[in-house]
Structure formats: C-alpha cells, structure tokens
C-alpha cells in the first residue's frame, strides 16, 4: 500500500495544479482564493488513504473525486462564514469579506457545481454508487446546518439533538470520504460500511475538538478569531455540555452571559471571558477532552473491523493527527 508522504505528496500536487474556468473572473476568482488558502485537507487525504488500503498507485479516477470532496466542503464553508458573518478564515479574509454576500453566494453555489463534476469521473463500474453517496451525504451536511442555525435561537439544547446536528454537519462528509475512497479502491461492502463508521466517529471527535479550540484554541494556529461560536450564541458541545452540567444557579449565569452584548471589541472580549470562565467552572473543558477521546476509540474501533496491521496503523495514525491538536 502507499506510504503517507506519498499520500501527503499527491494531494499537495493535485491542489497545486487545480484548475477552474477563467471567465468571468468575478465568480471563478473567490474559487481560486479559497483554495489557495488552503486548510488541512482531510477529506481529500482520507479518501485517498481508505484507497490506498486497496490499491498500490493513485490515478485520476480517485484524485478528481478526492479533489470535489475538498470543493464541496469549502463550498461550505463559503456559505457558513456568511451565515456566521465571520470575518476570518485560515487567518484571511473571508470570502463574502473581500467580494462582498452576493458573489460568495454565486461563487458556493458554482464550487458546489464543479464538485459533482468531479465526482462524476469516479470509475463507471462504482459511479452509481459513488454519485448516490454522496447526493445522500450533500443533502445531510445542509441539514445539519439548518439544525445549527436553528439552535441559535433556542436557549438549551439536549446533547443528543446536538451530535445528530454535528454527525450530519460534520460527520457525514468525512464518513463519506472514508467510504468513497474504498468503494473506489475496490473494498467489500462490509469493508466500505465499516470505513464509514470509522469517517463518523472520526468527525464527531473532529467537530468536538474544533468547538472546544473556538474556545480555548490558539488564534494564529486555528486560523480564525477565538470565541467566534460565543459571540454568534451557537450551541457548541461545550455550551450544551456545560448546561447540561449546570444546575439552577449556573444555567441563569450562563444564559446571563450569552445574552451579553457583543458589538464593541471591548463587549466581546467581555462576553468570550464570561463564558469561558463559566465553561472552567462546570469543567466541560476537561468533558471535551474526554468525549474527543471517546468517539476517536470508537471510530478505531471500526478500523478493526475493516483492517489489520500496517493499514490500521495508517489510519490510527490518521485519526491521531486529526484530534490530537486539541490535547
């Protein structure tokens, strides 16, 4: 099977070498920006990982679907940053921020077009199945997006409603990367099924991790203003954890501090402190760091069932580098 650096090389090259329409350059140039900046690249290097279980060389029938994965996804988040009016992604400008809501809109809604393009060049024997997986997956992060909206709006959330929200948002995406590289890599169903619980668990620990560095993360590593979900009143693990934990006393401290005032940078700051002292009294901090560790056992636990030796190696090593940041 190939190595990592090997993996690592061919998603580097392929990014390098994008290529999008040229004209009119106010729609493809947003497309251009956004993936220029980068960002970890974890759908696109699991999806040739769970691959490279199966197969010994990587060719264009993997990479053009490795490659719409990453499309797709930062689609997504073009649509995010304007929902959650976040000024900041990867440390730069967000793309409604430099071109303004309307052509981020247009702009997502043509990244979103060219992933499905790229999709559709996976080998015609599994195209079937490639194409459903990931209409059925396109469908359920917007899902859990409206969910994460709607949540917005609500006091209290019950963590179960939360992780259905995270696993359609999150999960389900990078479960379907798992699966897609298999399903191309030739895998048997019961290998492909087990790839994608193993994709699931892994994002539900990467959501985690991700609410918990919003918090308590590094500004200059995490690529975006700390606070960011406290500022907008979305409902992160560690805010419904920390209700759930809260008895009458703490719940009406903390809906006082969400419902502070944040438009000064002064009543940001305030508001962010507030809360992440009310976080460190309920100790969620430490409840995050435990439940990351959790749901990463549990997705290995899948990478058992599918593989053994040198392969679950690669992908305990996967898993590892993908919430060990938040340690």
């Known amino acids: 099977m190939l190595s990592e650096e090997k993996i690592d090389a061919a998603v580097q090259a392929l990014f390098d ?5 040229q004209e009119p350059a106010g729609l493809y140039d947003p497309l251009r920006y956004m993936i220029k900046i980068g960002g970890k690249r974890i759908r696109p290097k699991l999806c040739l990982t769970t691959y490279a279980l199966y197969q010994d060389s990587i060719g264009p029938e993997v990479l053009e679907p490795a490659a719409g994965l990453e499309i797709f996804h930062s689609f997504t988040l073009i649509h995010d940053d304007i929902m959650d009016k976040s000024p900041l992604r990867r440390g730069v400008a967000t793309i409604w921020k430099k071109w303004g809501a309307d052509t981020a809109v247009l702009s997502g809604d043509v990244m979103c077009i060219d992933s499905y393009r790229r999709i559709a060049q996976a ?9 459903s997986l990931f209409s059925a997956t396109a469908a359920q992060v917007c899902e859990g997006q409206q969910y994460d909206m709607e949540f917005e709006s609500r006091a209290e959330v019950p963590i179960e409603e939360y992780v259905r929200m995270i696993g359609l948002k999150t999960g389900a995406l990078i479960a379907c990367a798992a699966k897609m590289g298999a399903i191309i890599g030739g895998a048997s169903d019961a290998d492909c099924d087990n790839l994608y619980e193993y994709g699931y668990y ?3 620990a990467f959501q985690v991790a991700d609410d918990y560095l919003d918090a308590f993360g590094n500004e200059r590593i995490f690529g975006k203003p700390i606070g960011g979900d406290i500022i907008n009143n979305k409902k992160s693990w560690l805010t419904v ?3 759930e934990k809260a008895d009458t006393t703490r719940r009406t401290e903390l809906l006082k501090a969400l419902g502070l005032p944040s438009v000064s940078d002064e009543e940001k700051a305030a508001k962010i402190a ?3 002292a009310l976080y460190r009294e309920l100790d969620v901090t430490e409840d995050a760091k435990y439940e990351i560790l959790r ?7 899948y990478a058992r069932k599918a593989t053994d030796g040198v392969r679950y190696e690669t992908l305990r090593r996967f898993a590892e580098k993908l919430v060990g940041r938040a340690k």
């Not at 070498?17 to 329409?21: H, S």
Request: aromatic content about 6%.
């Open 274 to 276: 507030r809360v992440k």
């Open 202 to 204: 892994l994002g539900l």
């Open 241 to 243: 954890r920390a209700f």
């Open 123 to 131: 080998p015609c024997e599994v195209l079937r199945k490639v194409m």
């Open 295 to 301: 749901l990463n056992e549990k997705a290995l636990e």
């Open 17 to 21: 070498g994008i290529q999008f329409t």
